[in-house]
């Protein structure tokens, strides 16, 4: 004789059924959400560091020290980076044009010296083309190891002759990029293994 069961227990068994689905789903978009939050978090803090660790223009800001301003038969423009200068590398940018200011000069020598204004070993670097990454340009990198006020010199010879510019930087103390890199690898690894973690247990809760 077949048995038939009562409909408030095939109700109640029916409303289990979906409320466990409902948590089992509810757990699972939550950790997606979690994961793909931390994953997000991750590359936003790669992203933020990342002007920390640039060491040329153009990257982690720049500022124009000299602007297009008459030195000798020259109108130079010179800028450094990053913004700001912080002890590690500071990169000085110059640009070198005729006495009208209209055409670049391409084969000028460009000397870049340093000083602490303090005293202190003087820090030189031959600006390049190949620095800057083009043919127009001049950069060189210097590196400062101090904090406080440098004075920097900034050299041009060419057929038209000789200019000479000054100007003060300051350089402000600052996480090195070793140290930056050093934090930053650790914190991001666990990011990403709490992620796969919570990926994995959400896979897993799906199929039982």
Known sequence: MRSMGSPIIDKCTAAIVRNAYCVKEGTTHYALRTSSGILINALLFLLLIQPLLASGPG???????IDN???GPFVLLVATSPLPITVGQMSV???VMDTN???ALRDAVVKIEATPAGGGDLVTGAATHQNAGNEIDYVAHLDVERTGDW??????EDDLGQAEVAFTETVAGGLSAGLIVGLAVPFVFLLIVVGVYLWRRSASAGTT
């Open 93 to 95: 940018w110059v640009r």
């Open 101 to 103: 200011g209209e055409n």
């Open 69 to 71: 301003e008459p030195a």
């Open 151 to 156: 004075n920097v010199k900034v050299m041009i």
């Open 59 to 65: 990257t982690g800001g720049s500022k124009i020290r």
